[in-house]
């Protein structure tokens, strides 16, 4: 069984300041973690994905994330906000349960707020 | 390469009624995976098909039922609407590998009145 707790439904910063949301995931097996962003109206889409190659994970617009299994956590950085970055971001995690493409398990989302 | 598509993008039906939304994957993708979301109950698995065949579901009940074509295209049926089944219903194509990236469809707004 897998879960995802995302800590904080809203995250307000200033533009140009660090944007931290967090994630901290259960898994008895091996997990695949995704962070995917959901902008109003659309359908999700992929930030970045951690498979075991890399700990720290590189994704599109500026944003990071680092695997730490002893905390099990996945948070999510980008060193500066832009306004642009205002949306729902959700952390997810799926394992390998023999059947292939495992239905992804996800937290509630971090609205994240960017103040001018 | 185009990206998931899904119709229609909105649909209103009433309670008892029943509906089917439609999902084309990207172009050599063979699993579909369906998801619910609502307020409430955030972002739920339903089900996935891969090569026709559902191969993971998720706890939902049996009103809620999918299949996939054999050009991977997939529709997902939902019979005696309930007030609770308002949601947006968003379907995810990979080539169906362990780990894979889902790549999301824009969703299907369903309203039921």
């Known amino acids: 069984a897998q879960s995802v707790t995302q800590l904080g439904s809203h995250v307000s910063v200033s533009e140009g300041a660090l944007v931290l949301l967090r994630c901290n995931y259960s898994?008895?097996?091996?997990?695949?973690l995704f962070w995917y962003v959901q902008y109003p109206n659309q359908g999700l889409q992929l930030l970045l994905k951690?498979?075991?190659?890399?700990?720290l994970v590189k994704g599109i617009n500026g944003f990071e994330a680092e695997f730490k299994k002893s905390e099990t956590s996945f948070h999510l950085t980008k060193p500066s906000a832009h306004m642009s970055d205002a949306a729902e971001y959700f952390c997810?995690?799926?394992?390998?349960?023999?059947?292939?493409?495992?239905?992804?398990?996800f937290g509630k989302g971090t609205h994240l707020i960017i103040q001018p | 390469k185009a990206g998931v598509t899904q119709t229609p993008r909105y649909l209103i039906k009433t309670r008892g009624q029943q509906v089917t939304l439609s999902c084309s994957p990207i172009?050599?993708?063979?699993?579909v995976s369906w998801y619910q979301q609502t307020p409430g109950q955030g972002l739920q698995f339903l089900f996935e098909y891969f090569s026709e065949t559902q191969r993971n579901k998720g706890n939902f009940p049996g009103r809620f039922s999918g299949r996939q074509f054999s050009n991977s295209r997939s529709e997902m049926n939902v019979s005696t609407l309930e007030l609770g089944d308002s949601a947006l219903y968003l379907c995810?194509?990979?080539?169906?590998?362990?780990?894979?990236?889902?790549?999301f469809g824009p969703g299907t707004r369903l309203l039921v009145l």
């Open positions: 172009s050599g993708h063979r699993s």
């Open positions: 951690y498979t075991s190659a890399a700990t």
């Open positions: 995810a194509s990979t080539q169906g590998s362990q780990g894979e990236t889902q790549y």
């Open positions: 997810a995690v799926t394992g390998y349960s023999g059947g292939g493409a495992d239905g992804l398990t």
């Open positions: 898994s008895s097996v091996p997990p695949y």
